[in-house]
């Protein structure tokens, strides 16, 4: 296909500003995501092993005990079932000053700290916040809107030679050409997977905000008051002031089996409620759960005194909204199909992160001045940062691993010790990349990198006992699989250490990776 | 390019918006049974919105032509609400 060569140079100005602005911030959301797909035995993995296996009698009396204590709850309470997320039911609902407050058949007074682990959710936190507190979102979301940009951008550029150099993986002395091609080949085989990062990443990060934007412009201002509909499977139901007890947990939950089975879903898993007017003749159960064959899961809502069926949106038989909303989440968190999705998800989620890294090395190659050794300070400027914001937050990840299991081991709060170790790593690897030469930063971060990662499952190993060797008897493929795979990782990270040291011997003189750059 | 590239933010977010709305108001059944993949549609039209804006030669002719789309598809589409000739 040809293209004039002036939107070819717009394209290619508008993909190098956009990988510019945004790059750094994608190469942590998508190092971080990567792990994040993992989020459910990282929770088991950051919390010590006790075998806790809680009943639906738990989780009715948490619901009974809750529902007693705490007035506000009443109106509106969440619940997940034991065994989703965490082995132990949680109950989650607003006080009187719209706070959420988490209570667990340990915890029946509340508190607004929520049960399990605090690593996963910092992980997830990094993926898409940074770290950053509520705007951190808003940011996620114009960065996914940058990311697009970007994609449509890049893929015409390379329009051109798209077919023809598919499969090019050229290395040798051009080491541009071989970045290039590295660059372009993740790119083009992994489009799919990040279309739809970008588009759902944007519409999770600035669904509210995207909202609120829209409703005056298209929906004639009757947009809030239609979106419930469009979100939720129960209906809105007023309250009949009459009181009425509940009907026991234990139905409910072989009631939207029952519903879901009729429906077609053979294998229907309640993950989590919403209960509604507790106590009241118009009491309203909706029970979420995941079928293992459908794209996304699925939602059954009914009264919660009589079981009488009010509203389903189940795979195969939902309205577009919510077929879309099931979809959305399920693409964007890879919880579908089998087992080899996640560690898909994991692997095109490292590819994205080497797109970024690859991008930023890219746009210093083709700024080098190859005649002498002096460099440009911008080029120079942005070898550090790619070392110590990308190098760095690999290693503040694996010290937040660290820390997870090592600081509750010596009696200390693992909450705000991950953080610190997270954070505080993070900003002395970017401190010590900006001042020192890029290809020492780059060799010793990654060195670090390696270290740090090796620790992961030496800590886990000391601090629980449960070696990897361990758990793989046992049968525990997940701990199994992060130990392992942190190994796995910090071997890559000392192979790329390696390589760093190779180019500053072999490579290059004229360049910003010099081993004495100017 | 910023001039072409600002038309593709600002009024490219109306034209994708007035497109979204207009699609989802005048399919077939209540406007309120694609809100959620209008939401989602609306974010890669915006993007190809700020991608086509630079394929203008001018800044001048993309916030043009942009601006016009984007109010002459608004313009319909609330001729068409308050007349009450779609819901």
Redesign the interface.
Known sequence: MKLKPA?LR??T??HSWMGLIAGFALFVAFYAGAITVFHQPLQQWATPHAAATATLDDAQHLLDSVLAQHPEAREHVGMTFPGYELAEPTAYWQDSHRTWLFATPDNLAGSPTPPGASLPELINELHYTLGIPIAGTWLMGLV??LY??AL??GF?IHLPRLLKDLFALRPGRNLKRFWQDAHNVIGVLSLPFHIVF???G??LCL?FV??M??NP????GK?MA??A???DTAPIVQKADIAKPLSPLASWHARSIEVAHGKGIANFVPGYLKLAHAGDAHAVVEITGTSPRGLGGGAVAFDATSGAVLATQLPGAR????A??AA?YALHFGDYGNVAVPWLYFLLGLGGAFLFYSGNLLWIESRRKRRQAEQGRSSLIMARATVGICIGVCVAISAAFVAAQLLPWLDWNASTGERWACFGSWALCALWASWRAPLRAAQELLGLAAIVTALVPLAHGLATGWWFWRSAAAGQGGLFAIDVGALALAIGFASLARAATRRGRAGEANSVWAVEPR | ?WA??SAGVLPGF?LA??L??LV??LLPGP???????G??A???L???A??AA??FTSGKQAWGWLSVLALLG?GL?WLL?TSGWIR
């Open positions: 939107t717009t394209f100005t508008l996914s809107l697009g940009i449509v951008s015409v970008a588009v759902t944007a519409l669904l995207l909202m934007a829209l412009l298209i929906y004639d947009l239609a979106s509909a469009a979100m309205d577009a909204n919510h879309t909303l959305v | 390019m072409r590239l109306f918006a007035t979204i709305g989802s108001w406007w309120e049974s694609t809100v959620v993949p939401l989602l609306f974010f890669p915006w993007i190809g700020i991608c630079c394929r608004l589409l609400q």
